[in-house]
């Protein structure tokens, strides 16, 4: 059965895009171009009606939202890894994924799109201010799990906790945050990006994986 990702640039879908490729998978990569407004055409709403990205179509099947398509991919792709296959060590790792997807990620769409959080323009400036701050936090507490990782954040094999700090460590170039302050997560990012797999899919986004500018 035939798989196709619908992925934008540098966005959270950068996640199930580097699982397929850490599996091995044979995909159709899709972009969808956030800034020119595609996922908002009648023709990717008619995908996801929720108009974002990250989706996977398995088949004739559609999977959104991260968490459930890299179950998806792990199970489909035992051999890849992708995170600990069970036991104590599954569960951890399980409670990052959700974590970084459930509270690291909105933090930054609260900086991103602050927009979407408050209708005026002083409060979206306060809106973003406070998520910076409680961004730099969150970052601070994957620095601590990168100080841990042996040698990869799930452990043995590199996977999908490595692929989403390496999305929100980026992210937070654009928060004015400067990767570098954080070096351990800096380190295993730049580590990780240099896998066969994941070069793969920094180049197919065309991706700068550090974006801080001073
Ligand atoms: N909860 C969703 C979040 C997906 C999400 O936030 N996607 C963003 C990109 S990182 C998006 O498509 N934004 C487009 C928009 O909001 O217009 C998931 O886990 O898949």
């Known amino acids: 059965m035939s798989l196709k990702l619908y992925y934008a640039s ?29 996922q908002r055409t009648p023709e990717y709403l008619a995908i996801n009606p929720r108009g974002q990205v990250p989706v996977l179509e ?36 399980l409670q990052t994924l959700v974590w970084m997807n459930n509270t690291v990620h909105p933090t930054f769409t609260h900086v991103f799109m602050p927009n979407k959080f408050a209708p005026d323009e002083t409060t979206q400036q306060a809106v973003k201010a406070h998520a910076v701050q409680a961004y730099r936090g969150l970052l601070a507490e994957i620095e601590a799990l990168a100080g841990k990782a042996s040698p990869w954040l799930g452990g043995e094999h590199p996977g999908v ?9 980026r992210w937070g170039g654009f928060a004015g945050i ?8 800096w380190a295993l990012v730049q580590r990780f990006a240099a896998l066969p797999a994941v070069a793969r899919v920094v180049e197919r986004e065309r991706l700068e994986l550090n974006v801080y500018k001073a």
């Not at 906790?161 to 460590?169: R, S, V």
């Open 10 to 38: 540098g966005a959270c879908s950068f996640v199930p895009h580097t699982a397929l490729e850490l599996a091995g998978a044979t995909f159709e990569p899709s972009l969808v171009k956030l800034h020119r407004g595609e």
């Open 58 to 93: 398995d088949g004739g099947e559609v999977i959104t939202q991260i968490v459930a398509i890299l179950l998806h991919l792990d199970a489909k792709f035992p051999q890849a890894h992708l995170l600990p296959a069970s036991g104590v060590a599954r569960s951890r790792a």
């Open 161 to 169: 906790l490595d692929a989403y700090a390496l999305t929100l460590l």
């Open 178 to 185: 400067d990767p570098q302050t954080l070096p351990q997560t």
